[in-house]
């Protein structure tokens, strides 16, 4: 019974230590990675003003969600460089203080992330990481909904350059094969504009700070 339980133990070792080393990331690993992202404003509200007057009505922005695809470039087994594109992602704009402040426009944009990430050796299936980098998003398009045009026109969005802080795991499936999960805070600002009928052109700009969470499906190379 003592020896079959030694062998029993040596062998959960043993297999413990190829699971470990097996899926443990080396210098010139490549990871590609392809899932959802949901982007969610954490600061949502913006005075608006025309010339220097604050007007009564406020922006507010309603959560977005599309897809992404990033690429890893690993150092050593701990270190790695990581490029991410998303969207496009719609956000819904609210104007409290319309007749239609429920849907008053929408905007849609591409943000790109390059994250400095690293990665804690719990030389186990689960790999998780912190990181952090700059982030540029592109406005991809804009569009003021019908019902309000009567009134208002020229609707514009504009956004650019912020940097971003994220936390993540890996979890292997196989060898090779990986699920992810990660959230990403990003500081980025947001310009909004456009032109009322009756009273000239209107503008604000404010802290956008989505959080932006993400679950994919990635491969090693």
Do not use: C
């Amino acid at each position: 019974m003592k020896s079959l339980f030694t062998v029993t133990l040596a062998s959960i070792v043993l297999l413990s230590s190829f699971a470990s080393d097996a899926t443990r990331f080396r210098g010139g690993n490549q990871v590609v990675k392809i899932g959802a992202i949901a982007s969610v404003p954490t600061e949502t509200e913006s005075v608006l003003y025309i010339g220097s007057s604050e007007t009564l009505n406020n922006v507010e922005l309603e959560q977005g969600i599309s897809g992404f695809a990033s690429w890893q470039y690993f150092f050593n087994y701990q270190w790695a460089i990581e490029t991410t594109v998303g969207g496009p992602i719609k956000h819904d704009v609210n104007l409290f203080g319309t007749a239609n402040e429920a849907a008053f426009a929408n905007f849609s944009y591409m943000p790109v992330y390059v994250d400095l990430v690293y990665y804690m050796d719990t030389r186990s299936r689960f790999k998780p990481y912190i990181g952090g980098g700059m982030n540029y998003s592109f406005v991809t398009g804009e569009d003021l909904n019908t019902f309000n045009t009567a009134l208002y026109s020229n609707f514009e969005a504009d956004m650019g350059f912020g940097y971003n802080a994220q936390l993540g795991m890996d979890v292997f499936i196989t060898r090779n094969l990986m699920l992810n999960a990660s959230v990403k805070y990003m500081y980025t600002k947001l310009d909004v504009g456009f032109d009322v009928t009756l009273t000239g052109r209107a503008v604000g700009d404010f802290d956008m700070h989505p959080v932006v969470g993400q679950l994919s499906l990635g491969y090693r190379f």
